[in-house]
């Protein structure tokens, strides 16, 4: 997954990991009209475990979803499941440009991750970017006062993407690790927050092994510091099974409480495509369930669902058409806004548009209530702790991707640290 910081309306979104996946969607159909061909079901094309997870996904979903290609998407009714899928964690992320100027839905939250801090090469934390200056903000100070009243946990997410921090924290792991971890205890304690959020997006193998240690005598000192504060980490799709990735899940798992699978940004290089696609033939978010789910107990994991697309410039109308030059990430709220009709791709189970701008054709891929929806489905296939969200003020508060990340329950609420 690539680890480049995207611009949206000038400000920062979440970071993932297209170029690592390569052609991780391939089974995208490319660039030809179909309008009217028939697919086979997504469930047909995955292994067993998969097809079986996407087939009860699909049926827990009360939406009749298209299987014609070209098919208007489908909205969100108000019953949209079944029945009401299993009590599960919901997980947003509030950055820092957020703060005071949106407020989160705290009843439907179990936690919220404040985003986020920055790390230095010798563990400790950057007090000079605005993510730091921003804890003493008063605004801050009551999102987090406002999320405790309604049963929230609120993490304290540590970001860096740095090579060179990274590498510097990973070739130095026992004195760095500790650092980092009472640097994050003092600001714990002062800003009333429940844990901390890992958010530290290498791409190295030979860093593999250091940053596996780092996360130990990290996680070792915290826990010394605070024993009831909570440590997730945010990982990419690929990680489970990956030998050459960065993060060694496998050897993880005894240092923290919860990975946050960052499952988005999975597009085709230089395709129009999905990012968060639920099924398709080559990668996809049950794909990285399955995997995950094989090497780490289902109940610590969090699939990360994206309130962000993407629009590409094209070569054609046609889905799965050829880009011509970069995407762009747009939010859901403004996808929304643009008003284009909405059209649902059968093979990802994703919706997307298409237009012309400047006489130029434009296709935006990204998520709606009716794929989350079918993500939140799929996490309880396997079982997981929940869902999450990169990131809530992008959603313009539409109340239905509420109920898609929910459905159908109260949200699960853990005890606050210290209680």
């Given at each position: 997954?690539?680890?480049?910081?995207?611009?949206?309306?000038?400000?920062?979104?979440?970071?993932?990991?297209?170029?690592?996946?390569?052609?991780?969607?391939?089974?995208?159909?490319?660039?030809?009209?179909?309008?009217?061909?028939?697919?086979?079901?997504?469930?047909?094309?995955?292994?067993?475990?998969e097809r079986a997870a996407v087939t009860r996904a699909e049926a827990a979903v009360a939406v009749?979803?298209?299987?014609?290609?070209?098919?208007?998407?489908?909205?969100?009714?108000?019953?949209?499941?079944?029945?009401?899928?299993?009590?599960?964690?919901?997980?947003?992320?509030?950055?820092?440009?957020?703060?005071?100027?949106?407020?989160?839905?705290?009843?439907?939250?179990?936690?919220?991750?404040?985003?986020?801090?920055?790390?230095?090469?010798?563990?400790?934390?950057?007090?000079?970017?605005?993510?730091?200056?921003?804890?003493?903000?008063?605004?801050?100070?009551?999102?987090?006062?406002?999320?405790?009243?309604?049963?929230?946990?609120?993490?304290?997410?540590?970001?860096?993407?740095?090579?060179?921090?990274?590498?510097?924290?990973?070739?130095?792991?026992?004195?760095?690790?500790?650092?980092?971890?009472?640097?994050?205890?003092?600001?714990?304690?002062?800003?009333?927050?429940?844990?901390?959020?890992?958010?530290?997006?290498?791409?190295?193998?030979?860093?593999?092994?250091?940053?596996?240690?780092?996360?130990?005598?990290?996680?070792?000192?915290?826990?010394?510091?605070?024993?009831?504060?909570?440590?997730?980490?945010?990982?990419?799709?690929?990680?489970?099974?990956?030998?050459?990735?960065?993060?060694?899940?496998?050897?993880?798992?005894?240092?923290?409480?919860?990975?946050?699978?960052?499952?988005?940004?999975?597009?085709?290089?230089?395709?129009?495509?999905?990012?968060?696609?639920?099924?398709?033939?080559?990668?996809?978010?049950?794909?990285?369930?399955?995997?995950?789910?094989?090497?780490?107990?289902?109940?610590?994991?969090?699939?990360?669902?994206?309130?962000?697309?993407?629009?590409?410039?094209?070569?054609?109308?046609?889905?799965?058409?050829?880009?011509?030059?970069?995407?762009?990430?747009?939010?859901?709220?403004?996808?929304?806004?643009?008003?284009?009709?909405?059209?649902?791709?059968?093979?990802?189970?994703?919706?997307?548009?298409?237009?012309?701008?400047?006489?130029?054709?434009?296709?935006?891929?990204?998520?709606?209530?009716?794929?989350?929806?079918?993500?939140?489905?799929?996490?309880?296939?396997?079982?997981?702790?929940g869902v999450g969200v990169w990131e809530l003020g992008m959603s313009g508060s539409d109340t239905?991707?509420?109920?898609?990340?929910?459905?159908?329950?109260?949200?699960?609420?853990?005890?606050?640290?210290?209680?």
């Amino acid at each position: 997954m690539a680890s480049t910081r995207r611009q949206t309306a000038a400000r920062l979104v979440f970071c993932a990991f297209a170029s690592v996946l390569g052609c991780a969607g391939c089974g995208i159909l490319g660039a030809a009209p179909a309008t009217t061909t028939q697919v086979p079901s997504p469930a047909q094309r995955l292994i067993p475990v998969e097809r079986a997870a996407v087939t009860r996904a699909e049926a827990a979903v009360a939406v009749k979803l298209p299987t014609v290609e070209g098919s208007p998407a489908p909205n969100l009714g108000p019953a949209p499941f079944v029945r009401p899928l299993r009590a599960h964690q919901v997980v947003g992320f509030l950055p820092y440009w957020d703060v005071g100027s949106f407020t989160p839905d705290y009843q439907s939250l179990t936690a919220l991750a404040y985003w986020a801090v920055g790390l230095g090469t010798d563990g400790s934390l950057d007090q000079q970017g605005a993510g730091y200056s921003t804890l003493t903000s008063a605004a801050l100070g009551l999102d987090i006062s406002q999320a405790h009243a309604a049963g929230d946990r609120v993490l304290l997410t540590v970001f860096s993407q740095s090579p060179s921090v990274l590498h510097a924290v990973a070739a130095h792991p026992a004195t760095a690790g500790p650092r980092l971890a009472r640097d994050v205890a003092a600001l714990l304690h002062s800003g009333a927050f429940d844990g901390v959020d890992l958010d530290l997006e290498g791409n190295s193998t030979p860093d593999r092994g250091g940053f596996v240690r780092f996360v130990a005598s990290f996680s070792r000192t915290l826990r010394t510091l605070g024993p009831t504060w909570s440590i997730m980490l945010d990982t990419y799709p690929t990680s489970a099974l990956d030998p050459l990735g960065f993060f060694d899940v496998k050897a993880l798992i005894a240092y923290v409480d919860e990975f946050f699978v960052m499952a988005y940004d999975m597009q085709v290089p230089g395709v129009a495509s999905a990012t968060a696609p639920l099924t398709n033939a080559t990668w996809s978010d049950a794909i990285t369930l399955a995997q995950y789910a094989s090497v780490v107990p289902a109940g610590r994991i969090v699939l990360g669902i994206p309130l962000y697309g993407y629009d590409f410039p094209s070569m054609s109308r046609f889905d799965g058409a050829a880009t011509m030059g970069s995407p762009l990430a747009v939010t859901y709220a403004e996808i929304v806004a643009a008003g284009h009709k909405q059209i649902w791709d059968p093979v990802t189970e994703t919706p997307w548009t298409v237009f012309k701008r400047d006489g130029k054709w434009h296709q935006t891929w990204f998520d709606d209530p009716v794929s989350i929806a079918l993500k939140s489905a799929l996490a309880a296939q396997f079982h997981c702790a929940g869902v999450g969200v990169w990131e809530l003020g992008m959603s313009g508060s539409d109340t239905a991707i509420t109920t898609a990340l929910l459905g159908g329950r109260a949200p699960l609420k853990l005890p606050l640290a210290g209680t």
